[in-house]
C-alpha cells in the first residue's frame, strides 16, 4: 500500500462530509446540452449562402407542387379544366345541341304567350319563375357533369328531359291563364244601384 492509499483510509469519514453544491450537476447538464445541439447541427447549413440554396429549393419545390395541383385539379388535364369551364355541346353530343336549340326557341316563343301583367296579377309569377329557376340550376349543373361523366347517354336524356320539363312548366302556366281569363268572362257582372 502506498502512503497515498494509507491516508485515504485513515481520513475516509472527512472526506465523505463534503457534498457538491446542488448548481454543479446543473451546470455540468447544460454545457452537455450545448455540445449536443454543436454537434448536431450540420455543416453546410452554418454558411449563410447555403441556407438561402436550401430556401430557394423548397420554394421551387412547393411553388412547382401548387403550379401542378391547379392544373390537374379540375379535370385530370389541363384540357378537362377548359372544357368543365365552358362545355361545348356541339361537339360532346350533336343531338343534344340541336335538342337544346329546338327547345330553347319553343321555350321563348311560349314565354311570349305569356302576358307578364296577367301572371303577376293572379299571383303565379313568384310559383312558377321558382320552379324554372330550379330547372336552370340543375340544367347548368348537368352540362358540366357532361364532360367529366363517362355515361353521355344518361346525363343526354337528364338534360332534354330538363328543357321538356321547361316547356310544360310554361304551357300549365298558358293553360292556367286562360282558364282564369275564361272564368272571368261567364261570372255575370253585378249591377250597381
Known sequence: ??????????????????????????????????????????????????????????????????FQLGRYSAGGTPEGRVATANPNVTQISPELAQAEAYYTSLINEEKALLDPKEVEALGLKDDFNEDLVVLDSTYKNLKKELVTEPNKDRIIAAMVKNLQLRVEIIRQQIETLQRVNKNQRKEPKSLSI
Open 1 to 66: 500500500m502506498s502512503k497515498l492509499e494509507q491516508f485515504i483510509r485513515n481520513n475516509r469519514q472527512e472526506f465523505d462530509t463534503f457534498e457538491p453544491d446542488s448548481d454543479l450537476w446543473k451546470g455540468i447538464e447544460q454545457k452537455l446540452n450545448e455540445k449536443e445541439k454543436k454537434s448536431i447541427r450540420l455543416l453546410w447549413f452554418q454558411t449563410p449562402m447555403m441556407r438561402y440554396a436550401a430556401a430557394a429549393i423548397i420554394v421551387f419545390i412547393m411553388g412547382y407542387g401548387v
